[in-house]
Structures are given as C-alpha cells and as structure tokens.
C-alpha cells in the first residue's frame, strides 16, 4: 500500500514538474525576441519594377477565363469614378463601416475580385493591397449636390489602343505606374475594363514587351560615348 | 487573315522609313528622328509635370503637378519626395481642383452702401493705404493690425512683419497658427529654448513604438500615418492611440487607450512616476543634460478681457520633482482619468524599456488645450527622463496643422513678440532686425501688443480700428466665434479680406482683394520637419488677382515706404528669400539658399556646409553642437534641456448638471479647416456634404437619436442643430460629442468656449460643456 502510494506520489510530482516546465517554456517561447534595428535592411526593389509579377499565380485562371459581356466594366465607367486621368477613383457604393482600416473591409472584395450579388458587377482588384488606409485616398460619393460649381477641366485621357509606335508593335504604357505597378489587376480578370483586357495574361513578364511612355523619364541630358582615342 | 494593301503598303513604307532612321543612327550617332520616334505614340495624357509642396496640411508632401494648356488638370505624388514618396492622400490629389470654382474671386470689391462695388486693384490699394494712414493718424499706430496665417508663403509673412513691425512700429500681427501650434512652440521655448522639432520623418523608419498622444493621424496626417502602418507590416512597430474618442487610427493601433479629456496631464505624469520607480531613469544623460524646474500654478484660463499671465520659473531638485509625482500613482490617476493602472503601466513600459526606440507623436491634443504648454512639456519629460530624444527613432514630435505654420509663422515670427531671428523685447533682437530690414531702431516696439484672441477682443473695444485678414477664415474658427463676428460689423471698423473664395470672412469685410493661390504664383512653404519647400508659378491666377505678398508690397510702397520696399516685380520671391535668410545665418538655423531648394524636394534647417541637419542637438548630427558631449541643448544658456514640474488642473469649463456633456471639435480626413477650398472640390464635397455631431451609441440609444436626427447642442454660448452620426466616422466616449468645423453653414464655433493656455494663449477647442436634445 504505502509503496503503490509512494509510486502515485512519485507520478504525480513528475506530473507538476511536467505541467510546470511545459509552461514555463510555452511562455518563455512567446517572450518577444529583441531584434536590434540595424539588422533590418531595406528590401532591395527596383521601386518600378515591384509589383509586375504579384498576382501572377492568377493569370493562367484568367487565361481561361471566359468573358462575362454582361457584366464587364469599359473605360467610360472607369474614367467617369475619377475627378481627373490619374486620380484615385472615388467609391461608387455604400460603405457601412466608416472607421475601419481597410484590411477588415475594403480589402474583403478588392483585395482578389469576384462577383457581388449587390452590385452585379465583379469587384475591381487594388494594385497595391498593401496600404490599408484606403480611405485616406478613396472616398465614398453620399451626395450629387455640389457647394459650389466648379470650372475645372479633366484634361485628355490617352484612348485605348492608339498607343503602338508601329503597326503591331507592343503598345507602350501610357500612364503613370506609380502605385500602380501590379499590371494584371487592372487589365486581366473579369473586372478589367474591356477596352485595355489584356489578351494574354499568361505572359506574365509584361514589361518585357510594354514599356514605360511618359515624359516623367528622367532627362539626363544628352549622352555621349567618350573616345579615349580623341 | 486579311490585310487590306493600303495597310500593307502603308507597312511598307514604315519599315523603308525604320531603315533609313536606322541607317542614319548608326552613321551619326546622336541624330533623333523625334516626329518619327513619337509617331503613334500618346502624346494628348502626356502632362508637363512640376514639382511643389501640396497646399494642404504641414506634412509637406512633394507633389507633382500636371499642365496642360495653362490650366492644372492634375496630380500625383513626387516620389523623389523623402516626405511622402510618391504617396498622397485625398486632398492631396485633388488639390488642383480647389483653384477653380465658379465662384473665384477675380476683381477687388469695396463696399459701398452696404453692397460690394467692383473696383481696380490699384484704387483698392490706394483705398487700403490711405485708410491705414487715417487710423494711425487718428488712433495711433496700434490701432492697425495684420492677421494671417500658417497658409502663408515664407514671403507673404516676411513682408507682413517688416511692414507692421519694421515699418509702421506696431506689433499687431499675428497669425492663425497662434490658434494651432502656439503651445508647441511655448512647449519647445520652455523645455529646450529653440523652437521646432529636433528629429524629422526619418524617425518613423527607426522607431519599434509608436505612441500618439490625442492625435486622429488616419485622418489627419495620413499620409504620415500609411508610413507607421507600412513599417508595421515590414518590422511589426507597436501603434498606441492614446486619445477621448475611438477613430479610424483607434481602429488600426494595436492598442486603443481612452482618456477623459483634460486628464492626458495625470496620465503623462503617471509615466514619469512609473519611469521614476522603476529605475528606468537613464541617470547619466539627466544628469548631465537635464535641469529640474517648476513654474506657477492655478494661472487661470484667460476668459477675461486683458488677462495677462508671466510664468516665474524656478529650479528645483530630482527629489523634490520626485516628491512631486508621488500624487500620481497610477492608482490614483486611474481614479482621474478612467485610464486603468494596467494601461498606464503597459505605455511606461515602452518609454522605459532601453531596447525599445519610441516616437511620441501629437497635434492638437495637446496643443488646443488649456494647459497645453504643460502637455507638451509633460511629453518631453517622459523623453528627457529616459534619455530617448534626439536620436534616430527616439523622438518627440509635435506634428503641424498648415503648410507653412512653421515655415512662415514660427520661423518668420508672424507672432506678436516675434522677431524673424529671436524675439521684440530683448534690445540686440531688435537692433539685428532692424539693421537687415533697414529701418531705424527705435522703430520696432519692444512691447508686444495682443495675441490672437486677444486682437479680436481689442477690435470688439474699439483698441483696434484697421484689420487686414490674409489666407485665413477667423468668421468660421475663432472660438466663441458671435462676439467677435458683431465686434468686426462694428462702426468704425475697417476690414480688409484677401482670399481667393467667398467665405463668411469676406462677408464682414470692407475690401476684398483677390488672391494668386499656391501654384498661380512663387513662393515656398516650411513643413513640420524643418524643411523648406519651393514651388514656381504653374498656372496664371484669375482676373485681377495678385499673390498677398505683392499686395503687402504695394500697400507698403503707397505708404511711403519704397526704401524698405526695393523688390521687382518680377524676381521679388528670390530677393525676399535672399533677405529673410540673413535673419537666421548660423549653425543653429542656417537655411538653404533658393537654388538649392529648386533642385531639391526641400531642404531641412539647419543647412551648413551643404548639408540639412536630420537630428538637432546631437553632436553625431548637428555642427551646431559644441559642449563635446554627445548631447548639447545649446538652445538653453547652460546646454541643458529642463524637465517641468506641471500638475493636473481641470478645464475650464467642465460638464456639470445643467450641461453635462464634453464638446470635441475637429476636422475630417475630406476637408482642409474651414473648407472654404475642400468643399468646392466635387469629390470631397460629394463625399463629407455637411456638418454633423457624433453621439456615442449609448447616450443616442437614451435620447432615442439616430443617424440623422436633428440634434439640439446648446452650451453658455448659445445654440445650434446639427445632423446626428452614430456609429460612423467615429465614437466619442460617453458624455462626449465631438463636432466637425469645416461647415460654414452650421458654425459650432458660435458656441466654443475661448479660454486659452495662459502661456501660450492658444485657445482649448477641444473642451467645453454641452448640454444636446433631440431637436
């Protein structure tokens, strides 16, 4: 009796220490490491370059992806949600949480697309899901009244489909790719516009062939080869 | 597939043409077929793009402006920025837009018999000049006023103060930044003798915790707030919102910690004491670069005409301050401020712990608040006691509402005792300014008159007869705004409004002249960080319209004052900026020279030897550092930086039985202050209508209010209704509204409190008893 005892004892006081030690290192291991600041190096992008193959892994669904007609979007309705060729697009539903960030939000819809009952279109896909306070940029539209009229003019947009230097050349990129770097959200899916729907989304690498036109290109003068025989 | 021959032939020729092109590149080099090479190519969205600082906010951002047949079609962010990298926020964008209203002002308009009579700008300058001169004849010279703004380019308030002060001899100007930063600069004189902040954005990448005392920064500064968030996601930053209502940045902190207005006091010296007891004092750097002292108490709050307050600061000792914070244990503060003891502890313990870089950030929490020269010395205290200042990511930052609060109004010294380089009082200040703005002496008054809602409060008596308004809407932001709305309709009173929009200010005003904004004409703005900022003239401004500097200029010429007043037409932003900076040579202030900031996306201040100088008073990066420590608050006689005994004292108006509720105003992230241009741009229009008073659910479920219910809020003031918000942009507490300003048509300023800091004289915009009904 009294060695069956001594046994359960033994057990149970190996049991506590089990108990004891697994929670202290469970604990221990959730203690937040120190990791000294310097350690952390910027990561070396090519700040226009980021972003052309984020959503690559898509593209071969949305090669064979047939066309919803019904319900795809056109330049018109894209330029019409923009005060001006280049401006963030203002929000042209509802939103009910007015004071969330985006991630619990915004990014539900247009952090990968897809089709809304509600609205009987497909959600636009954000180029940059990474910045969270999209109501810093994007505003809803809760009224068509304005304070006071306004003169200003949107200036051209480019058309689509004019912008090759030769017949069947690559067209060339008319906008600016600032935040917009992440080419298949905007023109592959079922909510790309239909006049700029890239016919060959399973190319990912599109700035092989499509590359930069606008006038922001630095200017660094006129470049001439020295000749260290002159 | 077909192919039609004119297509082919067509082809034809282009390959012909490609060839020879090609032929004649490779036979001399250099040669560009242009016409050829852009043929096809989208010339119509290709914009000429310019750099400037946006118009809006004092973060500053680089924008990059597009042009196309004179006019400015639109916007995006400069990436080359270091401010904002290529980001902006919604104003941002859109700020282009805010230039053309259908009701732009165009011609200067004179009031006559109670209608305004358009008139030419040369009789309405004459008109001005010749109405300064009767004043100061009739009434003196300080019966003449100027009140501007921190929208004021760096020249427009250079001109102003060597006019008034230089000039004329009075010290009647002064600027809306008394209304926005005033206790910040108070807060720096105070604690380190030199004002602005010693760090800059940089901060922001260094820092592991992010603590932001009262400050909404998803909405104010957002631009600001998406770098916290974007060096959350690559380095996981701590984000502490420490504020009285829960807001979108509440939302995205990873902690949100509620406080009962006024008591930020306690709960700062509640982290001093926690910081104290637990040893995590860094003794080497207090002892050797920090004093002690305390000042007065129970000042008061200013609700009096002629209220005067000097503090009498005395030293005292470690002990003594430690003795001093033993009344705010964080027990006893939870009892005050409704924050637990638990919260208080978990923030001491981010300032305390050595491995942890914290950057404190605050705007108008503590700057629009009757004690807020205390706050913002309570927020360098927590800093100076563990040494974490000056340094990159240990920083206290005091963030700026306008473009140019500190490039204009600070370092300008558009305040009544400022001079451009120290201040009226002292006799070597006034003799150094004098000299560069060649006028004698004796000119420039050593008293200083009145600070701002003192100025409006000498316009209701009678003690001032002439104000001239520039780039600034007081008729929608003064505090308890109906008294000094009848005091400007008073007889007698001259007004002059230069603004580009009818506003509620131009409606009181005898002459409205017509203003160039931002980018209709040249001008530089300083931001929060120290940098200065240069942008040209893009776009020709409308009618008539003149920028408020050569306004200032023209007036001082019709003055008799064409020897101060030397400028051309034509190069007078450069001649201006050549001036102003002689006031501010040295290390401590030096700033760059006018073709640096063209070439640059501003400059920071101090500029010496070429470079901006990224953290002030550390030796590693500050030239002007001379002590041979690592630290030297040179701002100070003997170096030190001073850590104040400030205590806990009520708000000047605290909600009682009859009005029991808080009042808290503010902006929205859609409008900029009053606006007077936000609002005549159809996107932020359309998406921030109107006004609104924000309830908390539980106070609207017990009134039977919802969303859209007109609401009643009366205060000692008066009256007004608004719309209800529940449950939307944001929730203030229990027992707490909080209202936006922007609405000129529903001005809940009719019915603030303008009770100010007594050291500052800033008023408390955010604090006032309330009593709301469902109206």
Known sequence: MKKRLGIIALFVLLFIAFIWVWNYSYFQGKEEAYIPINANKELPVVASEMGVFERSKYALDYANMPIDEAHQRSLKTYYENRAFYGAPPSIPHEVEDDRNMGENSCLKCHGNGGFTEKFKAYAPVTPHPEMVNCRQCHVPQKTQILFKETQFMRGTVPSAGTNNALEGSPPVIPHQLQMRENCLSCHAGPSAPKE???????????????????????DIGIFKRSNANE | MFTSTTNRRDFIKKMAKLSAITAAVSMFPGILFAEEQERGLPKDANLDWKKAPCRFCGVGCGVLVGVEKGKAVAVKGDPKSTVNKGLCCVKGYHSVMAMYGNDRLTKPLVKKNGTYVETTMDEALDLIASKMKETINDHGKDAVSIYGSGQWTIPDGYVASKLFKGCIGTNNVEANARLCMASAVTGFLTSFGLDEPMGCYEDIDHADVFVLWGNNMAEMHPV???????????RGVKIIDFATRTTRTSMAADKSILFLPQTDLAVANAICYEIIKNNWVNKSFVEKHCNFSKGLTNMGYGLEDKYKFTDKPEKISFEAYKTFLEDYTPEKVEKISGVSAKDIKYMAAYYGDPNKKVMSLWCMGPNQHSRGTWMNNLIYNIHLLTGKISTPGNSPFSLTGQPSACGTVREVGTLTHKLPHGVVMNKKHREFAAKIWDVPVENIDPKPTYHTVEMFRALDRGDIRFMWIQVTNPMVTMPKLKRYRDAAKKEGRFIVVSDIYPTPTTDIADVILPSAMWIEREGMYGNSERRTQYFEQMVEPPGEAISDTWQLVEVAKRLGYEKQFYYNKETHIEEIYAEYRKHHEGKKHNMAPLKVLKENSGMQWPYVDGKPTKWRFNSKYDPACS???????????DGKAIIWQRPYEPAAEEPDAEYPYWLNTGRVVEHWHTGSMTR????????????????????????????????????????????????????????????????????????????????????????????????
């Open chain 1, 196 to 218: 700029i729907r890239v016919t060959h989304p399973e190319r990912i690498n599109c700035r092989q062939c499509h590359v930069l036109n606008n006038k922001v290109i630095e």
């Open chain 2, 224 to 234: 600001l707030f998406s770098r916290l968030l974007d060096q959350r996601l690559k």
């Open chain 2, 627 to 637: 002590n041979g420590e690592t630290f030297h608050f040179y701002g100070k006689p």
């Open chain 2, 680 to 775: 005549r741009i159809p996107v932020l229009h359309k998406a921030m209508p109107h006004g609104y008073v924000e309830l908390n659910p539980d106070d609207a479920k017990r009134l039977q209010i919802q969303t859209g219910d007109r609401v009643k809020l009366t205060t000692r003031r008066g009256e007004i209704i608004l719309p209800a918000s529940v449950n939307q942009r944001g929730v203030p507490a229990p027992m707490q509204v909080f209202v936006p300003f922007f609405d000129e048509n529903m001005l809940i300023n009719d019915i603030t409190l303008d009770s100010f800091c007594p050291i500052s004289k800033e008023p408390d915009y955010k604090k006032c008893a309330v009593n709301i009904e469902k109206a």
